[in-house]
């Protein structure tokens, strides 16, 4: 059983950042890979990032450069940092044991003015 929690979505104004975070506990080690995905209404849900137990990391093309993902295995937690967000980064963004159906709840990101 594995359980994970996200923190940190919220309301923000074009242009700004958000630093979601994904404590996980349970029945997962260290060399677990994890993944941030989004899904906004009406659309499928989408990968955004996800890093590996050596911390490499990797993103579509559409992400690169505005997001980063790192973990803290000390503390069990995932982070995706997001920087300049625009409107269409608007979704739940939900932490994922990559390659698994284990997921969180998601936290509401929304970008406005």
């Known amino acids: 059983q594995v359980q994970l929690v996200e923190s940190g979505g919220g309301l923000v104004q074009p242009g700004g950042s958000l630093r979601l975070s994904c404590l996980y506990s349970?029945?997962?080690?260290?060399?677990?890979?994890f993944a941030w995905y989004r899904q906004a209404p009406g659309r499928q849900r989408e990968l955004v990032a996800r890093?590996?137990?050596?911390?490499?990391?990797e993103y579509p093309s559409s992400m690169r450069g505005r997001f980063d993902i790192s973990r803290d295995d000390d503390t069990n937690t995932i982070y995706l940092q997001m920087n300049n967000l625009e409107a269409a980064d608007t979704a739940v963004y939900y932490c994922?044991?990559?390659?698994?159906?284990?997921w969180g709840q998601g936290t509401q990101v929304t970008v406005s003015s």
């Open positions: 994922n044991v990559h390659g698994t159906t284990w």
């Open positions: 349970g029945n997962v080690e260290s060399v677990t890979p």
């Open positions: 890093i590996s137990s050596a911390r490499t990391t």
